[in-house]
C-alpha cells in the first residue's frame, strides 16, 4: 500500500475519532443540542469543501455523486425499505407525538443525517477501505456510529442495527444520497413515534 494513501486514511480516521470524541463530550453536560449540532456540521462541511477545492478530495468519493444514485436507491431500497415499513406499521399502531414537529423533522433531519452519512460512511468506512479492511470496513464504521450515540442506550442499539445497514448499502453502493434520506425518516421515527419524545421542541428551547 502507497503511504500517500495510507496516511490520508489514517488521517481521516483521526479526524472522525476526534470530532465523534469532541461531540459526544461536548453534547453531554450542554442543556442545549444545537450549539454541538452546528459546530459538528461546519466542521464536516468545511473539511470536505477544503479539500475539494485543494483537489485532493472529489465530492464523488465521500459518496455525494449521481452516476450510481439510482443503483445506489435500487439497493438502499431492498436493505432498508422495510425498516421504513415496520416504523409506519407501528406509528399507525401507537401514534405520534407532536405531529406538526414531527413533519417538520422529516424535512430537516436528512440533512443532519447527509452530514453522518458523509463522516462516517464518505470518510470514516472509505478510510478503512483504503487500508485493506474489506468487510471489516462494515463493523469498524458501525462501531464508531454506535460509540456517537452514547450516551443513550436506546439510540445505540437502534443505530447499532442501521448503521450495519448503512454501512453495508454503502460499501455496495457508494452514494451517501439515499442514505442520507433513509436516515432523516427513521431518525423522526425513533423521536417521535418508538420514544413520544418532541427532538425539535429540545432543540428550540
Not at 414531527?102 to 487500508?131: D, K
Not at 485493506?132 to 460509540?147: C, E, P, Q
Not at 444520497?177 to 431518525?187: E, S, T
Amino acid at each position: 500500500m502507497p503511504t500517500e494513501i495510507k496516511h490520508r486514511a489514517l488521517t481521516d480516521l483521526a479526524f472522525v475519532g476526534l470530532l465523534s470524541y469532541a461531540f459526544v463530550t461536548f453534547n453531554l453536560p450542554s442543556p442545549s443540542k444545537v450549539l454541538a449540532l452546528s459546530t459538528a456540521t461546519i466542521t464536516v462541511v468545511l473539511f470536505i469543501l477544503l479539500e475539494h477545492r485543494r483537489g485532493v478530495r472529489p465530492l464523488a468519493s465521500v459518496g455525494l455523486r449521481t452516476d450510481n444514485l439510482i443503483g445506489a436507491f435500487k439497493l438502499s431500497g431492498f436493505t432498508l425499505f422495510p425498516l421504513l415499513v415496520v416504523g409506519i406499521s407501528y406509528a399507525i399502531l401507537r401514534g405520534v407525538y407532536r405531529p406538526g414537529h414531527f413533519v417538520v423533522a422529516l424535512l430537516l433531519y436528512p440533512l443532519w443525517g447527509l452530514v453522518q452519512q458523509i463522516l462516517f460512511q464518505g470518510i470514516a468506512l472509505e478510510a478503512f477501505r483504503s487500508l485493506g479492511l474489506g468487510w471489516w470496513s462494515i463493523l469498524l464504521t458501525n462501531a464508531l456510529f454506535v460509540a456517537v450515540h452514547y450516551p443513550s442506550t436506546f439510540l445505540m442499539k437502534a443505530t447499532a442495527i442501521g448503521g450495519l445497514l448503512f454501512s453495508a448499502t454503502y460499501y455496495f453502493r457508494p452514494n451517501v444520497i439515499p442514505l442520507a434520506i433513509y436516515h432523516g425518516v427513521f431518525g423522526a421515527f425513533l423521536y417521535y413515534v418508538f420514544r413520544q419524545k418532541d427532538a425539535l421542541g429540545s432543540l428550540l428551547n
